[in-house]
């Protein structure tokens, strides 16, 4: 099992997950042009896509959707509440794409295990993916206002994360956003910052070598530096100390992170 993050940020998001026989795109939150340049990128083309798996109807995580299915005939999977939000936002999708994965579930493809669960964010029905092969796992989660007992159920032990360190609380404060926006940000159904999401990930990392990528990243309220130390400082704090077996990466809102074997 492989990944990158294609695109990761307030602007948009896809990531690319693979194995020997299937691939998928969680998310095609940039334009189809985009998109293909970024395939372009890690020399995989998106004709070849088994599926693509929605988390959420939010425009930055759908704005290229409808047209990259449409063009390659690729099946959409999302669950009821979602494909009914998206209507009318990706255009028509013809019924032989359209595919219902439910909360809390999971769907096989060849030996590819892929778990959907709950996560707590101001869409429709938002989900989040783990994904299992091998004893092997990479969990994809970002969007979510708090890291709930039930998600780090879900979540633990990976290999691999994509995990969300949106904001540092002290730039979004003291920021030019309105106080709205702010305090949409900073609630339960918001995005975790910088401090929070390093805590949930010393509550589920195992002790074995652990590869977490920093993810969705505020353009504004947030720096690729600033969410390392913070995360690394708070890990620390914790009883984690990255090196030892937790090692934190980057990502970005224009370049693709190289394919990544889980």
């Known amino acids: 099992m492989r990944f990158s993050v294609l695109a990761s940020g307030s602007s948009g998001n896809a990531i690319y997950v693979e194995n020997d026989e299937h691939s998928f795109l969680v998310d095609v939150g940039l334009s189809g042009k985009k998109m293909e340049q970024l395939f372009s990128k890690v020399d995989r083309d998106m004709k070849n896509l088994t599926g693509i798996l929605v988390t959420h109807e939010h425009s930055d995580h759908i704005k290229g959707l409808g047209v990259v299915a449409r063009k390659h005939k690729i099946p959409i999977f999302a669950n009821a509440l979602t494909w009914n939000a998206m209507d009318g936002l990706i255009g028509n999708i013809p019924t032989e794409l359209r595919f219902h994965f439910d ?88 995005h975790v910052s910088n401090e929070d999401a390093a805590v949930a990930m010393s509550e589920v990392v195992a002790e074995k070598p652990t590869q977490i990528y920093l993810a969705h990243l505020s353009k504004d309220n947030n720096m690729k530096d600033l969410a390392r130390m913070s995360v690394t400082q708070t890990l620390q704090s914790c009883g984690v100390i990255t090196g030892e077996y937790v090692n934190l990466h980057d990502t970005d809102a224009e370049e693709p992170t190289m394919l990544i074997p889980v």
Do not use: C
């Not at 769907?107 to 669960?117: A, E, P, R, W, Y």
């Not at 029905?125 to 709930?148: A, C, E, W």
């Not at 540092?168 to 030019?176: A, E, N």
């Open 103 to 190: 909360m809390e579930t999971v769907k096989t493809f060849g030996g590819l295990d892929i778990q959907s669960f709950a996560v707590s964010h101001d869409a429709a029905d938002p989900m989040f993916y783990t994904f299992n092969q091998d004893g092997r796992k990479l969990v994809v989660i970002t969007d979510t206002g708090y890291v709930s007992d039930r998600m780090k159920g879900h979540i633990a032990a990976a290999d691999s994360y994509v995990f969300e360190s949106n904001h540092d609380v002290s730039m979004l404060q003291m920021g030019k956003y309105p106080w709205s926006i702010k305090r949409r940000i900073l609630s339960d159904v918001g």
